[in-house]
């Protein structure tokens, strides 16, 4: 069903979401954007709703001190861990050591650990396309 389709493509972005360790500011924003942009694309393919995405949108974009009241006003409350980890990479431990690396960049990597690489990388069509 459609529903069920566009249900799993949001809890892929999710999945993917989980997997990035740390957020700066400019990779908050990022992500707000594309998330945005894939809400549009839903918003025009079904009727279906995903408030979970507006969530997102909206504590990605706002700033440490707002993020507490924004919370509180979050639809998806069965969300609330998940909001809390992307409040953790946004302002708490790992995401701190992201804040003065560029755009795109990883953040560096624990003595002893191996870099992380997000999951969400840019697909270029192919040349067959």
Known sequence: STQ???????????QCIDHIPALSQAGSEQLACDIDYFQNVLSML??????????????????????????????CVEKMAFYRAVKQKRFGGAASACKDSLPGTPPPASPGRSPVRSPLRSVSPSKND
């Open 4 to 14: 069920s389709t566009w249900g799993g493509a949001v809890d892929l972005l999710l």
């Open 46 to 75: 079904s009727e279906i709703p995903f408030p979970v995405l507006g969530d997102l949108i909206m504590l990605l974009r706002c700033d440490a001190q707002e993020f507490s009241v924004k919370l509180q006003e979050a639809a």
